[in-house]
């Protein structure tokens, strides 16, 4: 199931952008992280994502999805 996953992203990536190894696609998505923070006094949570990169940024475009870059409160 994986590699029929990572296959058709990197279909979906060289259509719109160019041909990237399946290595590379998974380095990129890998370091999309999000750190949550929990405030003390109030105990609401916060998640801080960590700096994207342009071709992750791409890469979730062309799956539909939106990469957050500012922080946000969880519900």
Do not use: W
């Not at 199931?1 to 279909?11: G, H, V």
């Not at 700096?51 to 999805?65: D, E, S, V």
């Amino acid at each position: 199931m994986a590699l029929c996953c990572i296959r058709q992203l990197q279909y979906r990536v060289e259509l719109q952008l160019k041909r990237y190894s399946a290595e590379v696609i998974r380095n990129e998505l890998v370091h999309q992280q999000i750190s949550t923070l929990k405030h003390i006094d109030n105990g609401n949570s916060y998640a801080i994502p960590s700096k994207k990169t342009m071709l992750a940024n791409k890469i979730y475009q062309i799956m539909g999805r939106k990469l957050s870059d500012v922080p946000f409160q969880v519900k």
